[in-house]
T-cell receptor, first 116, second 114 residues
Framework: GALVYQYPRRTICKSGTSMRMECQAVGFQATSVAWYRQSPQKTFELIALSTVNSAIKYEQNFTQEKFPISHPNLSFSSMTVLNAYLEDRGLYLC????????????FGSGTRLLVI | GDSVTQTEGQVALSEEDFLTIHCNYSASGYPALFWYVQYPGEGPQFLFRASRDKEKGSSRGFEATYNKETTSFHLQKASVQESDSAVYYCALGDYGGSGNKLIFGTGTLLSVKP
C-alpha cells in the first residue's frame, strides 16, 4: 500500500535556529507533495504545494525564504524551517499524491516542532 | 477562495448512536470532496471521497453524499463505536492546472462513550 514516512517525529530547537524535516513516500510515486502545519487547535494551514516539473507554490503568509522546500524525486521531499520562533511551533504534516485521476493524498504522522 | 465549513467543533455520543457531522463547501469550480479521520499522534487518514453530484462515498460504515445544490457533504454513520472516537475533517480537492490542492475544514472531535 501507499505509505508516507516523516522524520523526525519530534524535535526541539532554540529560538532563531533552523530545523529540517523529511518526507518519504513508499509504494507509490509522489508527483505532488503538500506541506501543512497543524495548529494546537487542530486546524490545517497549507504551507506550499510541490509538483514535479513545476515551480513550488507557496500559500499566502508562507515564503520560500522562511520554508525552503526540496522535492528532488518522486519519493522524497524535505522542508526547512529557518529562524524558528515560537509562532512556528506545531505539527508539520507532509501529504503526497500519485498519478492518476483517482489518486488521493496519503499523509505521514508529522514532525512536531517545539521552539524554546 | 475555496473553503470548507464544519459547524460542529465537538460531538459527544454513546455507542450505537447515530452520527451526523455537517460539512458545507464553497468553491468556484466542481471540486472533489473528501472525509479524513485523524487519531491521536497520527496524520489524517483518507476515509473516502466523492467526485460528482449525488455520488455517495463510503467506508467502514461511514457515508456521505455529494450535494451540489446545497453544497454539502455531511458525514453519517448509523451506529458509532468507541473506536470511532477521533477528529474528522471534511476536505475539498482543488485539482487542476494549479496543482493538487487539498483544503481542510476545521475538524470535528467525535467522542464516543461505551
Amino acid at each position: 500500500g501507499a505509505l508516507v514516512y516523516q522524520y523526525p517525529r519530534r524535535t526541539i530547537c532554540k529560538s532563531g535556529t533552523s530545523m529540517r524535516m523529511e518526507c518519504q513516500a513508499v509504494g507509490f510515486q509522489a508527483t505532488s507533495v503538500a506541506w501543512y502545519r497543524q495548529s494546537p487547535q487542530k486546524t490545517f494551514e497549507l504551507i506550499a504545494l510541490s509538483t514535479v516539473n513545476s515551480a513550488i507554490k507557496y500559500e499566502q503568509n508562507f515564503t520560500q525564504e522562511k520554508f525552503p522546500i526540496s522535492h528532488p524525486n518522486l519519493s522524497f521531499s524535505s522542508m526547512t524551517v529557518l529562524n524558528a520562533y515560537l509562532e512556528d511551533r506545531g505539527l508539520y504534516l507532509c501529504g503526497a499524491i500519485g498519478q492518476g485521476w483517482d489518486s488521493d493524498y496519503t499523509f505521514g504522522s508529522g514532525t512536531r516542532l517545539l521552539v524554546i | 477562495g475555496d473553503s470548507v465549513t464544519q459547524t460542529e467543533g465537538q460531538v459527544a455520543l454513546s455507542e450505537e448512536d447515530f452520527l451526523t457531522i455537517h460539512c458545507n463547501y464553497s468553491a468556484s469550480g466542481y471540486p472533489a470532496l473528501f472525509w479524513y479521520v485523524q487519531y491521536p499522534g497520527e496524520g489524517p487518514q483518507f476515509l473516502f471521497r466523492a467526485s460528482r453530484d449525488k455520488e455517495k462515498g463510503s467506508s467502514r460504515g461511514f457515508e456521505a453524499t455529494y450535494n451540489k445544490e446545497t453544497t454539502s457533504f455531511h458525514l453519517q454513520k448509523a451506529s458509532v463505536q468507541e473506536s470511532d472516537s477521533a477528529v474528522y475533517y471534511c476536505a475539498l480537492g482543488d485539482y487542476g492546472g494549479s496543482g493538487n490542492k487539498l483544503i481542510f475544514g476545521t475538524g470535528t472531535l467525535l467522542s464516543v462513550k461505551p
